[in-house]
Structure formats: structure tokens, C-alpha cells
């Protein structure tokens, strides 16, 4: 969906921002950029729209080179969502989801009936927050919002700079946890610009990992990142417990925990499509240092923790 071919991006003053930098993103997926300040993933991620033009290089979004589109119709093709939502101050919340749809020209019925669609899509009822301007609005709310515009004219491809970034943690999990149960309904390509390397693995299906000078480091799935980096910076960036981050994104595997038990008091439950760090975060809570897979009724121990390691190994 996404290809970026030897692309640089430098500036009059001889500053390079991106270097040669060739990356394909396939359609469907979350790929999130991330390294630390000054590597170049915002500027990549604008490039795609052309906020900011490339020195050299191809982009092409779904076959096509954007150097021969419209700029001002490539954009309305893709989402862009900021940090801290970006909303419209002066606009409802319906007039901001309804932005790009009525830039396109579609007609009031179509426009109030893709707004209510959007509003629900991300859990805001369109009675109650569609006439409440942004500064009445939690900053979690207005995250949402801002996604629902993005998705308002069904674009194929949404960028999302530093989205959660200016929400609380506790809303920041709930926003990446909604994120992720949208994804899954909409299937977007994603390109996801971050510093924070957990927010990375949570969300993406690839991680390009990018240092100063817009270098890419390594560019693979998240459990490869963690588990094999390329270099001592990605080694380095990923964290010295990236065995422990490997975890969040490595599924349970019940042929390797031994035993099955029934449940009791103090036996924790974990569904059999949660991750290894949930499996590790229960027995650890456990009162009685045991949880249980289910269904099936597998469970592992704290003094058990072997069978997890070698399921981690896999």
C-alpha cells in the first residue's frame, strides 16, 4: 500500500532528515515508525502526504507515485490524526468528523448519516457529544473524535503522529486498546509515529526503528525486533528488557504448560488468546502464585515458570 523508495529528505541548510531510506508497507497493517527525537519518523510519516516534500526518492501510495497526484486530493485520501486531536476549536463535534466528507462535496444526508456512523464507531454517541464543542470534551474524547474525522471518507491509508501522546496513561492504554479493536474492524493501513518503544510493540505489526539522521536500524515484526535486534543502537533503544517486553507479543502456547487444575480461590484466569506477559502478570498476582488457561484449564505456577521461558524461547 505504502512504498518509499531511496527517499531523503534535506534541508537548504544541508541538514539530512531521512537518508535513503527504502521501506514497503503492505496493505492492512500498522507499521510504526519510532526512535528518538531528531531520527526523522514525523518527517517520513509527512512525506507520504507531502506536508513535506521529498529531496529524492519515490513514494507511492497503492501503485501510484504521489509526485504526480494533486496534493490537495492526495490528503483527502489520507486520514491524519495529531497529538491532541488537532480539532477545530470554533467547529461542533459533528462539523469536525465531517471535515473532509463535506470538502469532497457529498451531499447533507450523506455527510449526517457518515458522521452518526463514525460517532458510534468510536464509542460517542452522536445524541449526546455531536452538538459539544472540543473544549467540552475530555482529552480522551477528543482523541476520538479526531480518529472518527480521519476515518470519515473511508481512506485507505491513516497516518497518526504521536496520537495518545497527550493523554493521561490510564487513557492512553484505554485509547491504544480501542485503537486496536477498531483496527481490526476497519483494516486501515497505519503508519504510527512514536518514541515510546512499548507503544510500539503494543500496536504495531511492523517496527521500523530509525536514529538520528534518518537511518532505518531494523524494520520487522515486533517480536523479531525485540528478540533479535540488528545492531547495539536498536539493542540499546528497545531497552535492556526487551526479554519482558518480548512477552506482550508472544502468544500462549498450552502444549508447553504441563498441568491442568481446576479453578479456585486465588487460581487467576487467562483467556488462551492472551499474550505470555498477561499469562506471567497472573501468576504474579495470584495469591497462590497459579493461573489457569482457559478454556482447557492449563495452568502454570510460579515454580513452573520454566515451562513459560521455553514458551518464550519459541
Known amino acids: 500500500m505504502i512504498s518509499l523508495q531511496d527517499v531523503t529528505k534535506q534541508y537548504p541548510d544541508g541538514t539530512v532528515a531521512v537518508h535513503d531510506l527504502t521501506l514497503e508497507i503492505d496493505e492492512g497493517v500498522i507499521c510504526a515508525l519510532v526512535g528518538p527525537s531528531g531520527c526523522g519518523k514525523t518527517t517520513t510519516m509527512r512525506m507520504i502526504n507531502r506536508l513535506i516534500e521529498p529531496t529524492s526518492g519515490t513514494i507511492k501510495v497503492d501503485g501510484e507515485d504521489i509526485k504526480g497526484l494533486d496534493v490537495q486530493q492526495l490528503r483527502r ?7 491532541a486531536a488537532g480539532l477545530f476549536p470554533h467547529y461542533t463535534v459533528r462539523r469536525n468528523v465531517a471535515t473532509v466528507c463535506r470538502l469532497l462535496g457529498w451531499d447533507k444526508a450523506k455527510v449526517a448519516s457518515r458522521v452518526d456512523e463514525m460517532l458510534e464507531l468510536v464509542d460517542l454517541d452522536p445524541g449526546k457529544f455531536g452538538d459539544r464543542y472540543p473544549h467540552q470534551l475530555s482529552g480522551g474524547q477528543q482523541q476520538r473524535v479526531g480518529v472518527a474525522r ?18 493521561d496513561p490510564i487513557a492512553r492504554e484505554r485509547l491504544q486498546d480501542e485503537f486496536l479493536a477498531l483496527h481490526a474492524r476497519v483494516r486501515k493501513t497505519v503508519v504510527l509515529v512514536t518514541h ?29 525486533v525485540l528478540g533479535f535486534p540488528t545492531s547495539d543502537f536498536v539493542a540499546d533503544f528497545v531497552g535492556s528488557d526487551r526479554a519482558v517486553k518480548r512477552l506482550r507479543v508472544s502468544p500462549i502456547d498450552v502444549s508447553a504448560l504441563a498441568e491442568t487444575v481446576p479453578g479456585g480461590e ?38 513452573d515458570i520454566d515451562a513459560l521461558l521455553r514458551a518464550a524461547q519459541a
Open 196 to 224: 515510546d518503544i512499548d507503544e510500539a510493540v503494543k500496536l504495531g505489526d511492523r517496527i521500523a526503528v530509525m536514529r538520528q539522521g534518518g537511518y532505518l536500524e531494523q524494520f520487522d515484526r515486533p517480536a523479531a
Open 150 to 167: 480521519a476515518l470519515a471518507a473511508d481512506p485507505p491509508v491513516l497516518l497518526m503522529d504521536e496520537p495518545f501522546g497527550a493523554v
Open 266 to 303: 486465588g487460581v487467576l484466569e487467562v483467556a488462551a488468546d492472551a499474550t505470555l506477559y498477561d499469562l506471567l502478570a497472573a501468576v504474579l498476582q495470584s495469591p497462590v502464585s497459579t493461573a489457569r488457561v482457559t478454556p482447557g484449564g492449563q495452568a502454570v505456577r510460579l515454580g
Open 77 to 83: 485520501r489520507i486520514g491524519y490524526v495529531i497529538q
